[in-house]
Structures are given as structure tokens and as C-alpha cells.
């Protein structure tokens, strides 16, 4: 089973505006990721915020990370054409083995011109 | 710098025969290893992760096998496909002590 699931599961968007998504999870983690993952290609790393940070930011991208709700959320500002991807967070749980991540499903984000 | 890489990039395969998928690391010693599975339109299933040479860990039982023969090759099998191991295979690699993973370009397999 999935242990974070993402909402939305799609979002449409114009050039220049913020896009938002969130995950949720099930279990306690180390830390949560967010990946994103072009069409047909394989996934790259964007951010990491551990489970003892709130907020985090990587130029454009801020991650904020709710313990408590178990739950985390993506905020891509003014984004472009080439943020059209799909994007995954993934949690390492305190229960698993170290290295293994569960991952969503997956949001799947169009921005368009 | 680091890279990965996986052939072949496209398969398909009809139900019944072999599989084998290769993944390779280069510029880092001792990565552990993951092969990843794909469904259409899903995140991504766990399939095999590995910390060291012949140190295999198994997250689903099922028709498919791995290996890893060399610190950096690792090697997804199967004797005898079937149509449910259509799908998008991915590897990836971390260095111990990091939680960062860094994934492949992919394989879409194609059983028929």
C-alpha cells in the first residue's frame, strides 16, 4: 500500500500562477521528499525537509511539512510551461528499514502558456 | 559527477520468455540499489533494494528476481514474463546515510 497519497491528482494551470499540492501520510517518518517526474522519464529529487523542520524553500518551491496532521504540502510560485510534470512525495518511515521510501501516487500538474 | 544508467530503454516482450534488465552506477563506491515498478498513471512499488554486493532484499513476492554481481550493476530477471509485469521499471541509487534517491532514465517493458 501507498504510504503517501497527493492531492490533487491533476491541476491545470496558467504560466505565472503558484500551484499547490499536498500529501498526506500514514505512519511516523525520519523525512518526507517531493520528486518530480517529466513524461516518460525517470524521477528527480527536488527537496527533502526532515520531521523536525516546519518549512523549507528551494528557489521556487517551498515545502511545508505539518507533523502532526501527517501531512506536507508543495508550493511551486509562478510557475512555467516546463513545470508541467508529475510530482511524487515520499516518505521514509521510522518503521522500515532505512532507505526504503513509500511513495504517492503522483500529481500530475499542466501549466500552460 | 555521478550518472546512472539503464538499458534496454524500450522492450516488449510476448508472455512466457525471459527478462533482464540492467542498471548501472557510475562516479560513487558502494551505492545501495533500488528497482522500482510503474504502473500507468500510479507511484511508484518497491521492488528490490540492496545495500552491498549479493545483499538482495525482496518487498514483493512475485515472478521477478534480482542481482547484483558488481558494486555498481544491478540486475532485474524474470524466467517467465507475464502480462501483469507490463510497466515502467526504474532504478535508482543513495549513498548510505543519505535519504536522497537518484533514479534512472527507466525501462517501459511491454509483455504481449
Known amino acids: 500500500s501507498q504510504q503517501g497519497e497527493e492531492d490533487p491528482q491533476a491541476l491545470s494551470i496558467q504560466e505565472g500562477e503558484n500551484a499547490t499540492m499536498n500529501c498526506s501520510y500514514k505512519t511516523s517518518i525520519n523525512n518526507l521528499q517531493w520528486y518530480r517526474q517529466n513524461s516518460g522519464r525517470g524521477l528527480v529529487h527536488l527537496i527533502l525537509?526532515?520531521?523536525?523542520?516546519r518549512e523549507k524553500h528551494s528557489g521556487r518551491l517551498r515545502v511545508t511539512l505539518d507533523t502532526s496532521k501527517k501531512s506536507s504540502s508543495l508550493l511551486i510560485t509562478a510557475s512555467r510551461a516546463a513545470d508541467t510534470a508529475s510530482y511524487f512525495c515520499a516518505t521514509d518511515s521510522t518503521t522500515d528499514s532505512w532507505g526504503k521510501l513509500q511513495f504517492g501516487a503522483g500529481t500530475q500538474v499542466v501549466v500552460t502558456p | 559527477s555521478q550518472t546512472i544508467h539503464q538499458w534496454p530503454a524500450t522492450l516488449v516482450q510476448p508472455v512466457g520468455s525471459p527478462l533482464s534488465l540492467e542498471c548501472t552506477v557510475e562516479g560513487t563506491s558502494n551505492p545501495n540499489l533500488y528497482w522500482y515498478r510503474q504502473a500507468a498513471g500510479r507511484g511508484l512499488q518497491l521492488l528490490f533494494y540492496s545495500v552491498g554486493i549479493g545483499q538482495i532484499s525482496s518487498e514483493v513476492p512475485q515472478n521477478l528476481s534480482a542481482s547484483r554481481p558488481q558494486d555498481r550493476q544491478f540486475i532485474l530477471s524474470s524466467k517467465k514474463l507475464l502480462l501483469s509485469d507490463s510497466g515502467f521499471y526504474l532504478c535508482?541509487?543513495?549513498?548510505?546515510?543519505?535519504?536522497?534517491?537518484?533514479f534512472g532514465p527507466g525501462t517501459r517493458l511491454t509483455v504481449t
Open positions: 535508482a541509487w543513495s549513498i548510505t546515510g543519505y535519504y536522497e534517491q537518484y
Open positions: 525537509i526532515r520531521s523536525n523542520e
